[in-house]
């Protein structure tokens, strides 16, 4: 039976015992930066694999610079903590590990400075986010997207994802799977979770870093898939709105999203209204990468539990 431990106060925990207090900086005022990693199952390994562990790692480093927060761990360190996590945990099926680093102090003023720095990680189950296979039913938000002036978005900042709760329950209360929000110029940035992809002909199209989209480690896997495997050319460039009714194929890719086809956007059909060629290639691939069944990519993958099957 599965029992989740937490890496809180620089040890290892149960999760039950892992407590800030509700004066605690970030909790009030949105002064952390977090990652989502994903540890994939493999029942026929009985193994999880965590997916591209230092490029998550080397992304909160970042974040953390970003917003002032003292972040004095390795990435050996950090490896050796989240595999076992993953192990004392016992899960076996899919899991959600959750780094965040946070200022600590328990002391209300809004700042950054002067102020006390924690690390903390958990891991929880976690299954399909959206549905791979029917594809996803997509509108444009109301919300656009936060400007890097205003809260930098090459950051995963806390107090960021407010803007994406509005936009996913704006598209979820309107009947839709999920939101694809616009910059200020009205170009397409991202969804509320994932970055966005179009395809036209034998281009994959993906708007830039400076549509204030979080670039994502999916991202980068997805590029490197196009250009290596599928042979096709990826294009980073600004995207028009009504260009995603009119491509050929239309995804989202993201941690928790993982490859998942948009099907329909503001109640126009994308395509064929299902999953298209490329879609399927790169979901294909992907699903076989992260679970450690593609041994090209196995650089990638970190498995967690010391024991497996012969």
Same mark, same amino acid.
């Given at each position: 039976?599965?029992?989740?431990?937490?890496?809180?106060?620089?040890?290892?925990?149960?999760? %039950?015992?892992?407590?800030? =207090? +509700?004066?605690? $900086?970030?909790?009030?005022?949105?002064?952390?930066? *977090?990652?989502?990693?994903? !540890?994939?199952?493999?029942?026929?390994?009985?193994?999880?694999?965590?997916?591209?562990?230092?490029?998550?790692?080397?992304?909160?480093?970042?974040?953390?610079?970003?917003?002032?927060?003292?972040?004095?761990?390795?990435?050996?360190?950090?490896?050796?903590?989240?595999?076992?996590?993953?192990?004392?945990?016992?899960?076996?099926?899919?899991?959600?590990?959750?780094?965040?680093?946070?200022? %600590?102090?328990?002391?209300? =003023? +809004?700042?950054? $400075?002067?102020?006390?720095?924690?690390?903390?990680? *958990?891991?929880?189950?976690? !299954?399909?986010?959206?549905?791979?296979?029917?594809?996803?039913?997509?509108?444009?938000?109301?919300?656009?997207?936060?400007?890097?002036?205003?809260?930098?978005?090459?950051?995963?900042?806390?107090?960021?994802?407010?803007?994406?709760?509005?936009?996913?329950?704006?598209?979820?209360?309107?009947?839709?799977?999920?939101?694809?929000?616009?910059?200020?110029?009205?170009?397409?940035?991202?969804? %509320?979770?994932?970055?966005?992809? +179009?395809?036209?002909?034998?281009?994959?199209?993906?708007?830039?870093?400076?549509?204030?989209?979080?670039?994502?480690?999916?991202?980068?896997?997805?590029?490197?898939?196009?250009?290596?495997?599928?042979?096709?050319?990826?294009?980073?460039?600004?995207?028009?709105?009504?260009?995603?009714?009119?491509?050929?194929?239309?995804?989202?890719?993201?941690?928790?999203?993982?490859?998942?086809?948009?099907?329909?956007?503001?109640?126009?059909?994308?395509?064929?209204?299902?999953?298209?060629?490329?879609?399927?290639?790169?979901?294909?691939?992907?699903?076989?990468?992260?679970?450690?069944?593609?041994?090209?990519?196995?650089?990638?993958?970190?498995?967690?539990?010391?024991?497996?099957?012969?």
């Amino acid at each position: 039976m599965a029992t989740p431990y937490a890496y809180f106060k620089r040890e290892i925990v149960p999760l %039950s015992d892992a407590k800030i =207090g +509700v004066m605690t $900086h970030a909790f009030n005022y949105g002064t952390a930066v *977090f990652e989502g990693v994903r !540890g994939n199952w493999n029942e026929d390994e009985s193994q999880i694999y965590v997916f591209r562990m230092k490029e998550h790692y080397d992304r909160l480093r970042r974040s953390c610079r970003i917003m002032r927060i003292d972040f004095p761990y390795e990435n050996e360190e950090l490896s050796s903590i989240t595999t076992q996590l993953v192990e004392m945990s016992g899960y076996r099926e899919d899991v959600y590990i959750r780094p965040l680093a946070y200022k %600590s102090s328990e002391l209300l =003023g +809004v700042r950054l $400075h002067d102020l006390d720095d924690d690390f903390l990680i *958990f891991v929880a189950p976690f !299954g399909p986010y959206l549905d791979i296979e029917k594809g996803a039913r997509c509108c444009t938000s109301s919300w656009r997207r936060v400007e890097d002036t205003g809260i930098p978005a090459r950051a995963k900042i806390t107090g960021i994802y407010a803007n994406s709760a509005l936009a996913k329950t704006e598209a979820n209360l309107n009947g839709f799977d999920e939101a694809i929000m616009l910059d200020e110029r009205g170009h397409v940035s991202e969804g %509320s979770g994932e970055n966005i992809f +179009v395809v036209q002909g034998d281009h994959v199209i993906t708007p830039p870093p400076s549509s204030n989209i979080l670039v994502g480690i999916t991202r980068d896997t997805v590029m490197t898939l196009v250009r290596e495997e599928l042979g096709l050319q990826v294009v980073e460039r600004d995207i028009d709105r009504s260009e995603l009714y009119t491509s050929d194929e239309c995804f989202m890719t993201g941690t928790a999203a993982h490859v998942t086809p948009v099907v329909e956007l503001d109640h126009r059909i994308i395509g064929d209204g299902r999953m298209g060629p490329v879609s399927g290639r790169l979901v294909s691939l992907y699903f076989d990468i992260i679970t450690g069944r593609n041994a090209k990519y196995s650089h990638w993958c970190t498995p967690c539990f010391s024991k497996v099957k012969a």
